[in-house]
Every structure is written in C-alpha cells, then in structure tokens.
C-alpha cells in the first residue's frame, strides 16, 4: 500500500511539474533561427499568417535572444508589435530610445524609420503584424553600439501621467521581484525603505537579500484592482492581488492588499515602504 501511495504521490509531483513548465513557456514556437543580414545577434522567426485574398495582413511571431536587435527600417504600411515576453528597446528615427515589456502594444507607423530589438539582459518575444500589399519592410543602416548602449529616456513606453508612471513601476517591481533581478530592486529601494511582512518588518538592505538569496521568491503577482493617489512628493499605491509566493521552500498563493509608498527625489521616485495586508477569502470569512 505505501508502495502504491508513493507512486502516486510522485507522478502527481511529475505532472504539476511538467504543467507549471508548460505554464511559463511560450505558446508560440520559436521557429527557424534566421541568418545574421538585416540584425545583431540571436533572432528566431515563425510565421504564424501568410496574407491571402481576404485577409491582408501578414502575422509572424519574433523572438530575439539578449543582445540581439534589428538594424533601422521601416515599413510602407505600417507594424504592430504585440510583446508577449521579456524585455526589450523600441526606437523611431529623431527620438529617445524606450523600454518595452510583455503586455505592451507598440504601433510602428507607415514609413518612419525605427529599430526594435532585446535588451542587453533579457531577451524578448512579440508577435507582429503587418498589411502585405503594402509593400516589404525597407531596411536601412546597422544600429550602432553607442545607439544601442544608450540609456533609454524610460522604464515603460506608456507614461504619461504622474499616475501612470506609478501603476507602470509598481508592475516593473512585481515583474524584477519574479526575476530575482536583486540588484535593480535596490536602485528602486530607498535607503531608509520598511517592508512589512506577515512575517515581520525590516528595512532595504534585509529584503534585497532576501529576494536574492530566493528565501522569498515574488513568483507572481496578478493584479486585480490598482490605484493612486499622489501628496505632494509622496505616491501611495493600493494594489489589490493574488500572490503565488515560494516562502521557505513552500509555494503558497494569498489574496493581499499591498500598500506602496513612493517619493520622488531630485525627479526620481523611489519605494519607501511596501506592505502586504492578507485578505480573508469567502471560506474563511465563515468561520
């Protein structure tokens, strides 16, 4: 009997695990590596929708390795950009170059010259879109290093408002927290930052380290309600969420309403306090 029990245990474990990889991949296929002549680096193609007599628009799905990018170009009747992972750098003729990421919709307009590509540390995937009777994409000169290396103006292609520059960090965070990315959460952190825990509070230092050493592992956070309000230099942020966590190893998800202070010194916003307060889901709420 414990024999059977065992099995049993470990193919369940097999299969959620294979479902929780299934999850995080990509629906798209990468498809064929394409050869180095109109970019920079690692680019994989698949077409996913020829043109035909009744529907014009081609569609084909573009992922490109960190580093890599296209060379400047343009397309006589336009592209839409639909990122679906990762990180990546968007750039038209004359203007600064921008931050894109997964979720992001991006509309190159007809005949203005742009470059579009992976950041120098995340890789990036979209699906594009284009109207075939147009005309082919032109393809121009070879973006430089300078041009690529240059810091972009900033962190979402979307902000416009105090607002929305707020709702878009707080999504860059969750997204870094996900990726472990340490390091740029302590930019983000302010120096005298309190994080409140269900566990406990502690300042930037212990929770840098804590999402590096992956003790606490922000493994998703869908967001379902978000707002702000904006006093002077200080931004508070409620975001209503359901976190999937790994905590001591455990994976757990709980309904929280987060609360996220920002202060804007010297034109830069910075967090100066997270706190999660757990929500009682229907069950509990009973008892």
């Known amino acids: 009997m414990k024999q059977v029990l065992h099995f049993t245990i470990v193919t369940f474990a097999f299969f959620t695990t294979q479902l929780a990889s299934a999850q995080e991949t990509s629906f798209f296929l990468k498809g064929e590596k394409s050869p180095n002549i109109h970019h920079i680096g690692d680019v994989w193609l698949k077409e996913l929708s020829g043109a035909d007599s009744v529907f014009n628009n081609s569609i084909a799905f573009a992922t490109f390795a960190s580093g890599a990018r296209l060379h400047w170009h343009k397309h006589p009747g336009g592209q839409i950009l639909m990122i679906t992972e990762g990180e990546g750098y968007y750039q038209e003729k004359g203007k600064p170059k921008q931050t894109i990421h997964k979720g992001e919709v991006i509309k190159c307009q007809p005949d203005v010259e ?35 290396s240059k810091s972009p103006i900033n962190t979402t292609i979307k902000s416009t408002t105090a607002e929305q520059e707020i709702i878009n960090l707080s999504k860059d965070k969750w997204r870094w927290m996900s990726e472990k990315k340490a390091d740029t959460l302590a930019m983000l952190f302010n120096e005298k930052s309190v994080f409140v825990h269900m566990g406990g509070s502690w300042g930037k230092e212990q929770e840098v380290n804590i999402i590096k050493s992956g003790g606490i592992h922000y493994k998703k956070a869908d967001i379902e309600e978000v707002s702000v309000h904006i006093i002077g230099n200080t931004a508070i942020l409620l975001n209503k969420i359901t976190l999937l966590a790994v905590v001591g190893g455990n994976e757990v998800t709980n309904p929280f309403m987060v609360t996220e202070v920002y202060v804007n010194e010297n034109g830069k916003w910075t967090l100066g306090s997270l706190s999660f307060t757990k929500l009682l889901t229907p069950a509990e709420m009973k008892h």
């Open 114 to 148: 742009h470059w579009h590509g992976a950041t120098p540390t995340s890789s990036v995937s979209y699906i594009a879109s284009s109207p075939a009777q147009k005309g082919k994409t032109i393809w121009l000169q070879q973006v430089t290093d300078e041009e690529y």
